[in-house]
């Protein structure tokens, strides 16, 4: 089923940009889509958008829509995530999940924003 | 956006005894292929969700038998025959028949 490693924490201050990575092994890495989400402290996860690591192809929650984008470097099997203008309410561990189904997850990455 | 909301929000259970937590969704859930993109996770402390049913009803790979998921339409069960100490946590369901994607608030599964 495959394995996610996700880069390590970050500290970001109001305004800046964060670049969360995860590495897919285990599996054929273009044949699963790859999808990102978020974790406030006690709070339910957020979907924040997906990318087809076969094509490109990346669909974004509206609420993230303009401050995030999804890559992959196909050769590297490793997707990226950057959420930009960052605020306070960004801190949270943001996770990538496998498949359409969200069967394996990273191990989430913890990002702070504090001035 | 589709709703998911989870009863009850807590759920203190003695060891060996059954579990149960349903979930409702604002909307149907069958997707226009005919399937029920329904799912259950669990979280521990610490670690991030684990998928435990999907589909409604199918256990995904290594989960135990003592888990099953039912349901149809909008309102969905996950029901544990006999609470094991290694099942506290957090349970989330999930819905991925229409994006954005949606979860229940949550069940704190603990024993009593």
């Known amino acids: 089923q495959g394995q996610l490693v996700q880069s390590g924490a970050e500290v970001k201050k109001p305004g800046a940009s964060v670049k969360v990575s995860c590495k897919a092994s285990?599996?054929?890495?273009?044949?699963?889509?790859i999808h990102w989400l978020r974790q406030a402290p006690g709070q339910r996860p957020e979907w924040m958008g997906w990318?087809?690591?076969?094509?490109?192809?990346?669909k974004y929650s509206q609420r993230f829509q303009g401050r995030v984008t999804i890559t992959r470097d196909s050769p590297a099997t490793t997707v990226y995530m950057e959420l930009r203008s960052l605020r306070s309410e960004d801190t949270s561990v943001y996770y990538c999940?496998?498949?359409?189904?969200?069967?394996?997850w990273g191990q989430g990455t913890t990002v702070i924003v504090s001035s | 956006e589709i709703v998911m909301t989870q009863t009850p929000l807590s759920s203190p259970v003695a060891l060996g005894q059954p579990a149960s937590i349903s979930c409702r969704s604002s909307?149907?859930?069958?997707?226009?292929?005919?399937?029920?993109?329904f799912s259950w996770l669990h979280q521990r402390p610490g670690q991030p969700p684990r998928l435990l049913i999907y589909?409604?009803?199918n256990r995904f790979s290594g989960v135990p038998d003592r888990f099953s998921g039912s349901g149809a339409g909008t309102d969905f069960t996950l029901k544990i025959s006999r609470v094991e100490a290694e099942d506290v946590g957090v349970y989330y369901c999930?819905?991925?028949?229409?994006?954005?994607?949606?979860f229940g608030q949550g069940t704190k599964l603990e024993i009593k």
């Open positions: 999940a496998k498949g359409w189904g969200l069967d394996i």
């Open positions: 990318i087809n690591a076969g094509n490109g192809v990346t």
């Open positions: 999930m819905q991925v028949t229409q994006f954005p994607y949606t």
């Open positions: 285990g599996y054929s890495f273009t044949t699963y889509a």
């Open positions: 909307q149907r859930l069958v997707h226009s292929d005919g399937k029920t993109y």
């Open positions: 589909e409604i009803s």
